[in-house]
């Protein structure tokens, strides 16, 4: 990856708000299945794997970050889809199974496609959220973006 575009990813990814932070983590995942449907197509082994590999790691992710105490209903049930998102993406390297990567995507994107609205929604509100007047000198401070990357509440 060019330089420039690994540097602006990596601004973008640092500035995002939390739900965008957890929309761009399932799109990745979709993407990253996509990469190995195709891979698969093609007989291409470690791209398949590789693709797979770094869905499974995403999910494993998501699942790892859900916030029992304070998601409720949505936590609970996502603590019992990710394990069989994880199980059935198994298949795609075990079996070279491409519907089993098909249904986890049908199952990612209306997730990632709430998350998107969600992360849409904040943005209008945010940009009307009055910005403290020290974050031109010094440091920026830790915004809350940086504390719910480690603990996504669903």
Known sequence: MDRNISKYVTQQVMTAAPATLVFMLYEKAITSLHEACNALDKGEVEPRWSANNRAIEIISHLWSQLNMEHGGEISKNLSELFPYMITRLADVDVFNDRSAAEEVISLLEPLRDAWRDLARTNQGTE?????????TTGPAPQSNATQTRTRISA
Request: cysteine-free; overall charge neutral.
């Open 127 to 135: 940009a009307e959220t009055p910005k403290p007047s020290n974050q």
